[in-house]
């Protein structure tokens, strides 16, 4: 698969370019103390169970959101191909029937290193939930950013 | 007028309501707590007709609700209606555009340290 490759209605991809040599850039996958470092959205933090960086090897994890929110994570690397691509299995467990694919793309730019993630759903319908909900997390306003926070804290209203 | 139908009536959607600044410092007022009008229009600094009227545009796209109480009406948070703005800003791409963001900054950090 190539970044360019079109993409089908169970995908979804992001693609951009870091400023550093693509060897460096891929080994911040490659372990735990690197990962810990930016995986995850602004304010995330990562408590690692498990991790071993080879395929078939496994990442087991909990992403700690802002908001004091907790999201179980599980990620099985299928494929490393150093340093262009790996390829993983994710999801909240290894039993999770809506694990998906993704697979990390790493180029060599003039300026820097063009990382591409594609990730493939089981089902359209799971991909346009990914679009819209992946992970749940705030914008970048910080109004919206504690109000959005409230949202997962509250579900009951009082009768009107 | 043409120029209003241009532009998204402020009580369309959830979006619109919160675009004016006013009212998302009222749901904030409202956040955790549910306020009389006059305990708003005191913490804003605002007069009380304006106040309602803001409160009918969050009530409108059910952001507020309304709690009567005796002779008081008591307004609180309906953080259901901010579903959709919450769903709005938690989506794949954001979340990877954050981690690469972090990512890039990573990068560069370490490369900052090698030179030293």
Known sequence: MTPDTALSDRELMVSRLIEGPRDVVFEAFTEVQHLSRWWGPKGFTTTTRTFEFSEGGVWEFTMHGPDGSDYPEWIQWMEIRPPEVIVLRHGEGPDDPEQFSSTFIFEERTDGTRVTLRSEFKTKALRDRAAEEYGAIEGANQTLDSLATYVTGRSERPNE | ?116
């Not at chain 2, 004016?20 to 410092?25: G, K, S, T, V």
């Not at chain 2, 009530?59 to 002779?71: A, F």
């Open chain 2, 1 to 116: 007028m043409i120029l209003d139908m241009a532009r998204a009536r402020t009580t369309a959607d959830a979006f619109n309501a919160i675009a004016e600044p006013h009212r998302r410092e009222i749901l904030t007022l409202l956040k955790g707590r549910e306020r009389v009008v006059s305990d708003i229009a005191d913490a804003m600094g605002m007069n009380q007709p304006a106040v309602s009227k803001h409160l009918r545009v969050l009530r409108e796209v059910g952001l507020v609700y309304v709690h009567p109480e005796g002779k008081q009406r008591r307004y609180g948070l309906d953080a259901r209606g901010l579903e959709p703005v919450h769903g709005w800003t938690g989506g794949f791409d954001e979340y990877w555009s954050e981690s690469l963001e972090r990512l890039n900054t990573y990068v560069k950090k370490r490369q900052r340290e090698e030179e030293r």
